[in-house]
């Protein structure tokens, strides 16, 4: 599941995990996911080479594409008849090219031995001539640099002396297509592979190092060289462990840097000024791993990827905004704010376990945040260096031939739509069940065998659980809902094959007794955690579950009675969308009570939404609210009206390209629907259960693409739902 995703299942009778005999845990339970409206989606062609390339790049003009193939040949395709019409023999082996404004192509050649140096190899295709610059001898690439034009290049090398085995890092800056070498550095730091790049007109080098020089290992920064001296002109510490990839904006004013925090693992971008590296500021994102950052094809947007989610950054105002999930290969369109990205395999079987190992695809634009189309290209899937677009809508990416020692590319045309809708019913013989099953499909839909962080919560009353989706979302968790005395088969099996690093309980022993504490650590052998976090009452609960893993100093919560569930239930997809809590009051009052009062203040909550109308969060409770921070109120006529403004407030109707349906008449299968929702940003509709309201019919109905997730079985949402029937 991705990050930020919240999962909840429903809890009832325990053995053993790890050490225990496969006999004890018990067997999957059948698989309940069920297509029940196919989507047609545009798929790639594919077409024979002679040989794998291992990238492809297109020419300015289209009219020819480059194939690199990890050998010395370098093959020239024509993207219209998509055969091979030229053959260009490199002076040694190449597997990846930089394709400059002049036309030429630049890259890293050898291994880097005595008897086979490293070089950089500038080839004129319009030729075949091709220039090579030779690096230090004994040394292994470990970067390459190139301005635009193609006038300057850096070689980030490696070497080891084989007495002392010590490394020595240096960093060679020449003119590619003379061949002449204008300096070389010693550094002692580790360039990263992707981690430089040089300015427009060349004269400064930035690099990520993993230590700063002279300082011990572990620290790391970014480099600005001086391309003509090789004089390092400033540094900037960076907070980030594996500091990755280097970008500069298109004003070349600022430079971007993405690493791996070591204090929360999570993937941020450092902005400094160009060229003297002062701290503009630092973007977290939500990923678990270092991101790679690219400029969309107008330069209107800097792409970071690489993790559980695609965020979009405006290089001058620095807003972010996330476009899609987790991804891989994503290519910018050239002279465009969109992007195609491909996403990881995706389940399109009833079976849980059998997955579609082809990727999916869609074009996002960067600029707008929307969903343009969608694909399913039939590939497994390729990395952003390896694709390419030539001109607006095709894409060609490179993959394996059946044939021994052949390849193939793919082409997808971006101009097809897709059509209908896929609708995916998610149902099992009970709530826990439903809800396991549920969890199933958001962790493999997400490629992922591990949860960080399983909230068990009680399927019997509600009232603790609802706090609990927008903190297992903030914390990438799940949540499995129990019996008060035991844990259901479905989840043992769950936890068996999807192994939690934690299990928080929800709630306290009046609603999960002891004995499934004490069953769930029987069951992890002592090698997980298992917590309880509780209070009083469902409101200090509520309070409690904030605390522990929102931390102190909130800004902006949510609010909605403890006292019945559909106003909470309507809160939580969008305050996991904005990654924020939802805190539960006792609705009924005349005025607020002091302990919610005194907490709020406590975290210097500075904004306050209420969802629900007077009758569920009374005027006086609400003016208690507004005497310590402003106050908005989100409410309709009716819960799904509620619904509905709720999740307007924060998705954008016309761009949300998933939704997912529960019934309002219940809250069982609700509880199970944020897990699914989150990681893939979309609203969590409460609907009644024959009939979707007119509005929200009409346009699913007339948004192909969509792709729509019911929650329980047709007692609590009916056949006609999935057909869209209106009321």
Known sequence: MAAGAAALLLVAGVTALGAAPASAAPAPAAPTSSAETSTTYPTASRHALPIEPTQLLASHDGSVIYAPTGTTRLLVIDPKTIEVIRTITLPDVVSTLRLTSTGHLVGLAGSGTAADPETVVDVDPSTGVSTTTALPTGAAHNGLAVTPDGSTAAAATLSEDATTKAYTFEVTILHPASGAVITTRSVSAAVNPNGMTLSVDGSTLYGAARFMPGEASGDSALLAMDSTSGAVTATAALSGIVPSNVLVSPDGSRVFVSSLNESNNLSEVGVFTAPGLRPVSTITLRDTQEDVLQETGDGSRIIASGG?????????????STIGGIAEGVVPIPGSSKVYFGNPPRINDP???????????????????????????????????????????????????????Q???????????????????????????????????????????????????????????????????????????????????????????????????????????????????????????????????????????????????????????GRDFPDALATVSAASFKNEPLILVDGSRSTLDSTTAAYLRHEGVTSITVVGSESSVSTGVAQ??????????????????????????????????????????????????????????????????????????????????????????????????ANFAAC
């Open 308 to 320: 559980y989610d695609v965020t979009s950054i405006d290089p001058t105002t620095l807003a972010t």
């Open 351 to 405: 079976d849980p376990y059998a997955v579609d190992w082809s990727s999916f695809g869609e074009v996002e634009d960067a600029a707008a945040g929307k969903t343009v189309s969608m694909y399913h290209p039939g590939a497994d899937g390729f990395l952003a260096d390896e694709a390419v677009i030539v001109g607006d809508h095709d894409l060609y990416f490179p993959g394996p031939s059946a044939t021994s020692g």
């Open 407 to 561: 390849g193939d590319i793919d082409h997808l045309d971006l101009n097809e739509g897709y059509s209908q809708v896929a609708v995916s019913r998610h149902a099992g013989p009970d709530r826990y069940t439903t809800a396991v099953d549920v969890a199933e499909y958001a962790a493999l839909d997400a490629n992922s065998r591990r949860t960080s962080t399983l909230f068990l919560v009680s399927g019997e009353e509600y009232p603790d659980a609802l706090s609990a989706g927008p903190v297992a979302s903030h914390e990438g968790g799940q949540v499995l809902l129990t019996t008060k005395t035991t844990l259901p088969n479905a989840v043992i099996s769950y936890i068996t094959h999807f192994i939690p690093h934690k299990i928080v309980i929800v709630g306290s022993t009046a609603s999960i007794s002891q004995h499934v504490a004490d069953e769930a650590k029987t069951l992890t052998h002592g090698h997980i955690p298992v917590e309880r976090v509780a209070g009083a009452d469902r409101y200090a609960t509520s309070r409690a579950l904030v605390t522990d893993f929102f931390g102190s100093r909130l800004k902006h919560v949510w609010i909605a009675t």
């Open 624 to 721: 208690g609210l507004a005497s310590i921070a402003p106050v908005a109120r989100i409410s309709g006529s009716d819960r799904y009206e509620t619904s509905k403004a709720g999740n307007d407030s924060v998705f954008p109707r016309a761009t949300t390209a998933t939704a997912v349906l529960t019934t309002g008449e219940g809250w069982a299968d609700a509880l199970a629907g944020d897990q699914l929702a989150a990681p893939l940003h979309s609203p969590m509709e409460l609907v009644p259960p024959t009939c979707l309201p007119d509005d929200f019919a009409e346009q699913l109905s007339a948004h192909p693409g969509v792709n729509v997730h019911l929650l329980g079985g047709t007692p609590s949402l009916s056949t006609e739902i």
